[in-house]
């Protein structure tokens, strides 16, 4: 049986016939040249573009009051605020995923909440490799840098791939 839906887009991950099913991607098993799961690394990019912005933000209003009426600790709690939203962002940019690779070069990402959730699924896959007659069903969640109104998988590489255009 299928993991119930989670928050978020969920896919079917399947293994049927010798064929890694992504959503509506088909893969054959003897493709895929590397499975592994870990956490993803801070977004620190992400973080020092939002820190940029958010200081630049808190400049600006702390200016304002110090116009209009002297100050006091406004800058001091819009550098903590900004923080404090950065300090989120590295949080949550570390997201525990699955990663499929093929001969090709191309990767399919996947996220659970749970590593092992996901070294579960990873186990599957790798078994069904060696077990032609394994079949096994999973749904996650989307794991999607570029597009979060689009596709639930991230390919990245291969030779001729253009993504997926909605």
């Given at each position: 049986m299928p993991l119930p839906p989670r928050k978020g887009?969920?896919?079917?991950?399947?293994?049927?016939?010798?064929?890694?099913?992504?959503?509506?991607a088909a893969v054959p098993l003897r493709n895929v040249s590397w499975v592994e799961v870990f956490r993803l690394k801070p977004a620190w990019g992400k973080a020092g573009v939002y820190f940029l912005l958010l200081v630049i933000l808190a400049f600006l209003i702390s200016a304002r009051l110090d116009s209009t009426d002297g100050g006091g600790s406004a800058p001091g709690v819009l550098i903590l605020f900004t923080l404090a939203i950065v300090c989120a962002?590295?949080?949550?940019?570390?997201?525990?995923?699955?990663?499929?690779?093929?001969?090709?070069?191309?990767?399919?990402?996947?996220?659970l909440p749970t590593?092992?959730?996901?070294?579960?699924?990873?186990?599957?896959?790798?078994?069904?490799?060696?077990?032609?007659?394994?079949?096994?069903?999973?749904?996650?969640?989307?794991?999607?840098?570029?597009?979060?109104?689009?596709?639930?998988?991230?390919?990245?590489?291969?030779?001729g791939n253009t993504g997926i255009k909605l």
């Open positions: 887009k969920p896919l079917e991950l399947r293994v049927q016939r010798q064929i890694l099913w992504v959503g509506s962002v590295l949080f949550w940019s570390r997201k525990p995923v699955l990663v499929v690779e093929l001969n090709s070069g191309s990767r399919v990402v996947l996220t590593m092992d959730e996901l070294r579960a699924i990873a186990g599957q896959i790798v078994y069904a490799i060696d077990h032609p007659e394994y079949e096994f069903s999973a749904v996650l969640e989307q794991y999607n840098t570029t597009n979060n109104f689009g596709s639930v998988v991230n390919m990245n590489g291969g030779r």
